[in-house]
């Protein structure tokens, strides 16, 4: 049994209740020490190292990305964890209606739109999670998936029309901001918000283009969450990205209003991501 394994109830406890006044403290926007929380909870598990406390928490924030909860900014899933750490955080959350709560306001709230800012544009550009974490994630989920009760708060987040309409005008000017200084003027003012000039059947949301003037067809899909958050794509979405792949973009854009920063999907979304069937259109037969 690997040492990730075999904590006993009352350590598991310990970590839960630990990370729960930490997210807590996150959710309502209130600063903490990660540091400080690891040196005073290995007083009451005094067996456990610093790193292994690390981990331990890294394994909760993986078993609230697979019950489709927000999880801790800075503490990336880590999958492979023991059942009971995942019975804990079940029942925990039954019982929790102050992070429920939160959690409801924080994917209903009224988004602001954040500024692009004025220097290091490139910096809000990052690199997608990589394939082999989100693949050990997905491979954990099945081998798990009969126990979880999904909550879908990320599902409920993403039609937050207010969010995904601030996230879109958020690349609406970065495109029109990236192409002005690159040159190109004249494009720049050709960048079009399509899903609001024609529509959000479109299959994508921006209108944008190469330096070359060849077309980049942009959906963008916004979270205030981490990056590697879920998001949740319409067949037509995914149909589209197949037509056009050569010039289909995706720009996934997380942490929104606290640091905005996206990372960029391009082809098919069939090929570039993990397509899960959630819901059905049913009728009697």
């Not at 609406?172 to 192409?179: S, T």
């Not at 056009?244 to 997380?254: D, E, Q, T, V």
């Given at each position: 049994m690997s040492e990730s394994e075999n904590w006993s109830q009352n350590e598991v406890e310990a970590i839960v209740a630990d990370?729960?006044?930490?997210w807590e403290k996150e959710l309502r926007g209130e600063t903490f020490n990660k540091a400080e929380h690891n040196r005073i909870l290995r007083k009451l598990i005094p067996n456990r190292s610093r790193g292994s406390v690390e981990k331990k928490h890294q394994n909760i924030s993986a078993v609230l990305w697979h019950l489709g909860y927000p999880f801790i900014d800075g503490y990336k899933p880590l999958p492979r964890y023991q059942n009971l750490l995942r019975d804990v955080i079940e029942t925990r959350l039954?019982?929790?209606?102050?992070?429920?709560?939160?959690?409801?306001k924080k994917v209903h709230a009224p988004a602001t739109l954040s500024p692009i800012p004025k220097k290091g544009l490139n910096r809000i550009v990052v690199p997608p999670p990589k394939r082999k974490e989100i693949k050990e994630l997905l491979q954990e989920e099945a081998r798990k998936k009969t126990a979880f009760i999904r909550r879908n708060y990320l599902e409920i987040e993403a039609m937050n029309h207010s969010l995904g309409r601030a996230g879109e005008e958020?690349?609406?000017?970065?495109?029109?901001?990236?192409?002005?200084?690159?040159g190109k003027k004249a494009l720049a003012g050709q960048v079009e918000h399509v899903s609001d000039t024609r529509g959000d059947h479109m299959g994508y949301d921006i209108l944008s283009f190469e330096t070359d003037g060849r077309e980049r067809l942009i959906?963008?899909?916004t979270t205030r969450f981490g990056q590697m958050s879920r998001f949740?794509?319409?067949?037509?979405?995914?149909?589209?990205?197949d037509a056009?792949?050569?010039?289909?973009?995706?720009?996934?854009?997380?942490d929104f209003e606290r640091n905005p920063r996206f990372f960029v999907l391009g082809g098919s979304l069939r090929e570039s991501c993990n397509l899960t069937p959630f819901t059905y259109s049913v009728v009697p037969t």
């Open positions: 990370y729960f006044a930490m039954k019982n929790q209606i102050v992070i429920n709560r939160l959690v409801s958020f690349i609406l000017h970065y495109e029109r901001e990236r192409l002005r200084r690159a959906e963008a899909k949740f794509a319409s067949a037509n979405e995914v149909e589209f990205s056009n792949k050569k010039i289909y973009f995706l720009y996934r854009l997380f």
